[in-house]
């Protein structure tokens, strides 16, 4: 049998706390071993998950470590680009938060270095590998909407009682595009193969340099797209495919299994049916996914030129907004 993979983490995140961790664990073949942090409390934490794990007080000494062979990297936004570099540098495959970069064009010297290391590297979309989206990008190409005129996302939380919380804070990264807009974006792109042509029109609200809540429309070659995210509403998620024919309508499309069950409604002139998935833990897969590509098993579907193109649109909006201000 081929040896588990054997999983380091750079930063004591919350996030990699709750659902990363716990999916390495779950995923087949794979083990967590390393933690990279300063923190002893955020540690001990850990442990609880780990056994015997082997805990460094700087993240060089975790990518130093002979008995890592692949990198979790959850750190703040604007240290990705550096780290999953060094990680690449030091012969591990890395799989990096999104989003990868804080500007398309930063990606570039990451995607150089995982082609000159030979290295699987790729951004932490988990959405890609699970079974509803899959089964949307299918339904989109085989006419299921007939011609597609209209994608219609939203996506919000409200973090306005955590000052603390890094997604509030311009210094690292923070914002509602670079944390969720990246799901509404990617989503649309990834299951229509559609770039879009033009951002039409953007409204942004602002604090401290934050992008907490933004409308977006937005032009693809073959349909019009207008998206709501925010850091500041009640939480809610859906995306609709709206086609002259038909429609899909995802109800649970991001946090499958938290917000609600992955559920899906196919709309027809005459008829409509809704499937479900209750199972299937999206990092679980992503895990498993990231396994198979670094066994060579089979190719990664989610790439770090996809990950240029959703920041790409991000960029674009953000121009077309004037620029973010300063914090």
Same mark, same amino acid.
């Given at each position: 049998? /081929?040896?588990?993979? &054997?999983?380091?983490?750079?930063?004591?995140?919350?996030?990699?706390?709750?659902?990363?961790?716990?999916?390495? *664990?779950?995923?087949?073949?794979?083990?967590?071993?390393?933690?990279?942090? #300063?923190?002893?409390?955020?540690?001990?934490?850990?442990?609880?998950?780990?056994?015997? %794990?082997?805990?460094?007080?700087?993240?060089?000494?975790?990518?130093?470590?002979?008995?890592?062979?692949?990198?979790?990297?959850?750190?703040? *936004? /604007?240290?990705?680009?550096?780290?999953?570099? $060094?990680?690449?540098?030091?012969?591990?495959?890395?799989?990096?938060?999104? !989003?990868?970069?804080? *500007?398309?064009?930063?990606?570039?010297? %990451?995607?150089?270095?995982? +082609?000159?290391?030979?290295?699987?590297?790729?951004?932490?979309?988990?959405?890609?590998?699970?079974?509803?989206?899959?089964?949307? #990008?299918?339904?989109?190409?085989?006419?299921?909407?007939? @011609?597609?005129?209209?994608?219609?996302?939203?996506?919000?939380?409200?973090?306005?009682?955590?000052?603390?919380?890094? &997604?509030?804070?311009?210094?690292?990264?923070?914002?509602? %595009?670079? +944390?969720?807009?990246?799901?509404?974006?990617?989503? @649309? #792109?990834?299951?229509?193969?559609?770039?879009?042509?033009?951002?039409?029109?953007?409204?942004? +609200?602002?604090?401290?340099?934050?992008?907490?809540?933004? &409308?977006?429309?937005?032009?693809? !070659?073959?349909?019009?797209?207008?998206?709501?995210?925010?850091? &500041?509403?009640?939480?809610?998620?859906?995306?609709?495919?709206?086609?002259?024919?038909?429609?899909?309508?995802?109800?649970?499309?991001?946090?499958?299994?938290?917000?609600?069950?992955?559920?899906?409604?196919? *709309?027809?002139? $005459?008829?409509?049916?809704?499937?479900?998935?209750?199972?299937?833990?999206?990092?679980?897969?992503?895990?498993?996914?990231?396994?198979?590509?670094?066994?060579?098993?089979?190719?990664? !579907?989610?790439?770090?030129?996809?990950?240029?193109?959703?920041?790409?649109?991000?960029?674009?909006?953000?121009?077309?907004?004037?620029? #973010?201000?300063?914090?």
């Amino acid at each position: 049998m /081929t040896k588990p993979i &054997r999983w380091g983490v750079l930063g004591a995140s919350n996030f990699a706390l709750r659902k990363m961790v716990p999916a390495i *664990h779950l995923a087949h073949r794979h083990q967590f071993v390393a933690l990279g942090t #300063r923190s002893p409390a955020k540690a001990a934490s850990f442990a609880g998950l780990a056994p015997g %794990l082997r805990v460094h007080g700087d993240y060089d000494a975790l990518l130093a470590d002979p008995d890592v062979d692949a990198v979790y990297i959850p750190l703040p *936004h /604007t240290l990705h680009i550096e780290w999953a570099i $060094k990680a690449l540098r030091a012969g591990k495959h890395v799989l990096v938060e999104k !989003p990868v970069a804080m *500007h398309a064009d930063e990606i570039a010297p %990451l995607i150089a270095a995982r +082609d000159e290391t030979g290295l699987i590297c790729a951004e932490a979309y988990m959405i890609v590998h699970h079974p509803q989206w899959q089964r949307v #990008r299918d339904l989109l190409a085989d006419g299921a909407v007939g @011609t597609l005129r209209h994608v219609e996302g939203v996506f919000t939380y409200n973090n306005a009682d955590d000052p603390g919380n890094i &997604r509030n804070s311009a210094a690292t990264g923070g914002g509602a %595009l670079p +944390d969720i807009g990246v799901y509404s974006y990617g989503s @649309t #792109r990834w299951v229509t193969g559609m770039e879009p042509e033009e951002i039409t029109h953007v409204e942004i +609200d602002w604090e401290d340099g934050c992008d907490v809540l933004a &409308r977006v429309s937005a032009r693809f !070659p073959a349909f019009t797209a207008h998206f709501v995210n925010s850091m &500041r509403l009640l939480p809610e998620q859906f995306v609709v495919f709206h086609g002259d024919t038909g429609l899909i309508r995802m109800t649970c499309p991001f946090n499958a299994g938290t917000f609600d069950i992955a559920r899906i409604e196919v *709309h027809g002139p $005459k008829a409509a049916r809704v499937e479900r998935w209750a199972e299937p833990n999206q990092y679980v897969l992503q895990v498993d996914a990231f396994g198979a590509a670094v066994r060579g098993e089979q190719a990664f !579907p989610w790439s770090l030129e996809d990950a240029r193109g959703t920041q790409a649109m991000i960029d674009a909006v953000y121009a077309k907004a004037g620029g #973010r201000p300063a914090g």
